[in-house]
């Protein structure tokens, strides 16, 4: 007894287009949308050819193109362009406590979110224990910063 003797291949990816499109609710990325749509727009397409290569080629066309489509429009509105930084690049811009004096001749330690960080001053001037500066930059392993004046 054969169960899908009446089924096209255009169905199967319709059905394939539509889970994948739906996984996107609980898979979010913006990747699961695109390939599901990739899957739908081939389905208008794969019944024009019995040849399974073309098949697969106009299945592989419509995903990179509506994966480029996605990928360089509709996914920077969404996710923005700054959302992936690392941990090191989010300290820039944040304020830490001196806990070890920085002077020109010797770098001092500043403390972060409970972490301690060699620091050297962008000015070269010295800024004793207690302060407040900001992160400017990092080099290395460690931050350069500067003093916040009040």
């Known amino acids: 007894m054969e169960l899908f003797t009446d089924v096209h291949i255009w169905q199967v990816f319709v059905v394939i287009g539509l889970i994948l499109a739906i996984s996107e609710i609980f898979i979010p990325g913006f990747v699961m949308l695109p390939l599901g749509l990739g899957f739908l727009i081939a389905s208008a397409f ?62 001092g330690y500043v403390k972060l979110y409970g972490d301690e960080w060699k620091a050297i001053s962008k000015d070269d001037s010295s800024i004793a224990i207690g302060k407040k500066v900001e992160i400017l930059e990092i080099d290395g392993i460690k931050v350069i910063v500067k003093e916040i004046k009040h």
């Open 46 to 107: 794969v019944e024009f050819t019995d040849s399974y290569a073309m098949r697969f080629l106009i299945l592989a066309a419509s995903e990179l193109i509506v994966l480029g489509i996605f990928m360089k429009y509709v996914r920077p509105r969404f996710v923005g362009k700054e959302t992936y930084k690392s941990n090191a690049d989010s300290m820039i811009g944040k304020t830490a406590s001196v806990i070890q004096e920085i002077n020109p001749e010797n770098p």
